[in-house]
């Protein structure tokens, strides 16, 4: 079974300086990992994935995220906080060893709030 | 290319009755999933579609059906409305991209959402 982690409901950050926001998960396999963010009364908005490759990865509007294979993570960056960033971050996992490998499973979310 | 829309955006029912929603993927996309978001439960898997036929499902009462058809648009069922079935509605498709036999990329991309609200 495949799970994700966010520890944090709220992380609050003031402008220009850097955020993160937390992920671990569970696999059994290899991990497919993607962050999305969510505005007030919106879908989902895809910021970036990993699949293979690179540690580092470097998403939509600024954000980057790091995996970490040992500690199973794949926390959340953004070198220089806007307060439009302020919004609703999920983290979803998906295992590429089982058979309903395609189905992605969600985090429950941490919101985060840049302040001016 | 137009992203993924859903129709109704706000939609207000009674108890017992039942709701259908509807989805247009991203075009090209054979893959539709659909999610129930609330408060409490956060973000809950339904059911996914990949041509025409339901290929995962999640843990939701048999109350909840869904189809698609052969554009890949997609629609959900809900029979006999309870007062917690008050939630977002998201519809999400994408693209299956493999390489060398095995699924890399499905990057899933999502439309705004139906509101529900059963009173």
């Known amino acids: 079974a495949q799970s994700v982690a966010q520890p944090e409901d709220q992380v609050n950050v003031a402008e220009g300086n850097p955020l993160t926001v937390k992920c671990t998960y569970s696999?059994?396999?290899?991990?497919?990992l993607f962050w999305y963010v969510q505005y007030p009364n919106r879908g989902l908005q895809f910021l970036l994935k990993y699949i293979t490759g690179d540690n580092l990865v470097k998403g939509s509007y600024g954000f980057e995220a790091e995996f970490n294979k040992s500690q199973t993570s794949f926390h959340l960056k953004k070198p220089s906080a806007l307060v439009s960033d302020s919004a609703l971050y999920f983290c979803?996992?998906?295992?590429?060893?089982?058979?309903?490998?395609?189905?992605?499973?969600f985090g429950s979310g941490t919101q985060l709030t840049v302040l001016p | 290319k137009a992203g993924v829309t859903q129709t109704p955006r706000y939609l207000i029912k009674t108890r017992g009755q039942q709701v259908t929603l509807s989805c247009s993927p991203i075009?090209?996309?054979?893959?539709v999933s659909w999610y129930q978001q609330t408060p409490g439960q956060g973000l809950q898997f339904l059911f996914e579609?990949?041509?025409?036929?339901?290929?995962n499902k999640g843990n939701f009462p048999g109350r909840f059906s869904g189809r698609q058809f052969s554009n890949s648009r997609s629609e959900m069922n809900v029979s006999t409305l309870e007062l917690g079935d008050s939630a977002l509605y998201l519809c999400?498709?994408?693209?299956?991209?493999?390489?060398?036999?095995?699924?890399?990329?499905?990057?899933?991309?999502f439309g705004p959402g139906t509101r529900l609200t059963v009173l």
């Open positions: 579609y990949f041509s025409e036929t339901q290929r």
């Open positions: 999400a498709s994408s693209l299956e991209v493999w390489l060398a036999g095995a699924l890399k990329g499905n990057e899933q991309f």
């Open positions: 696999v059994s396999g290899n991990p497919y």
């Open positions: 979803a996992v998906r295992d590429d060893a089982s058979g309903s490998a395609r189905q992605l499973t």
């Open positions: 075009s090209g996309h054979r893959s």
